[in-house]
């Protein structure tokens, strides 16, 4: 059985920190990883993604990946209320394994 | 205004009936899923498709069916043979088929309660 492992949180971050969030997975040949972010009541929202070992920018977010370890993470720069959510990660190709999310609240 | 378009938004279902649930995509993707979602967990997979007239289970299919006659439309039947349907159900699409790699897009959502 895949299994994709993520902190439920809740994680709080004071606005303007750097919130960070973690992910390992379980299937060593895994290819492909992706953050969602999901408010409350609504559906997942694609963040990022990332297939190769290293560091991935995008705006305020960062995706890092570690094959090796088995461990992927996101970072958010320069925290914001809005980024409070909860955050799923997800490995795979075609069919995704998603973890339970890490609730993130950013405290003003 | 591309987009993947579920409903209904809400649904309610009473004993030993089986509901509807529809997913239509304008993205032009070949792929598209099923998921539920209940509270505190992840999102499972029910069904998914690759091609139109192809499906295949996913990790929890059992109480449900699917269709793909066209590439656009996904809809997904909960029978009354699947005993604890209040969840979350959240339908994606993707670029790319088998073996593809492309991210996957969720729509809104139908959430299925019992009456």
């Known amino acids: 059985q895949k299994e994709v492992e993520q902190n439920s949180g809740p994680l709080s971050v004071p606005e303007g920190a750097i919130a960070s969030l973690n992910c390992t997975y379980s299937d060593r040949g895994s290819q492909s990883f992706f953050w969602y972010r999901q408010y409350s009541g609504k559906s997942p929202e694609l963040i990022m993604f990332?297939?190769?070992?290293g560091d991935k920018e995008d705006g305020r977010f960062t995706a890092q990946l570690n094959k090796a370890s088995q461990y992927v993470s996101l970072l958010i720069r320069d925290s914001q209320p809005s980024d409070s959510a909860t955050y799923l990660c997800a490995v795979g190709v075609e069919k995704l394994t998603f973890g339970t999310g890490t609730r993130l609240t950013i405290i003003p | 205004d591309g987009g993947i378009t579920q409903s209904p938004k809400y649904l309610f279902r009473k004993e030993g009936q089986n509901v509807t649930l529809s997913c239509e995509q304008n993205l032009n993707h070949d792929a598209m899923y099923w998921y539920r979602q209940d509270p505190g967990q992840g999102l499972r997979l029910i069904y998914y498709?690759?091609?139109?007239?192809?499906?295949q289970k996913g990790d929890i299919a059992e109480g449900y069916s699917v269709s793909r006659e066209k590439k656009e439309s996904f809809p997904l039947t909960v029978t009354s043979a699947q005993k604890n349907p209040t969840a979350f159900y959240l339908c994606?699409?993707?670029?790319?088929?088998?073996?593809?790699?492309?991210?996957?897009?969720f729509g809104d959502g139908t959430r299925l309660s019992i009456l």
């Open positions: 990332i297939y190769s070992n």
């Open positions: 498709s690759q091609i139109v007239n192809d499906f």
């Open positions: 994606a699409s993707s670029m790319g088929s088998r073996g593809s790699n492309q991210p996957q897009h």
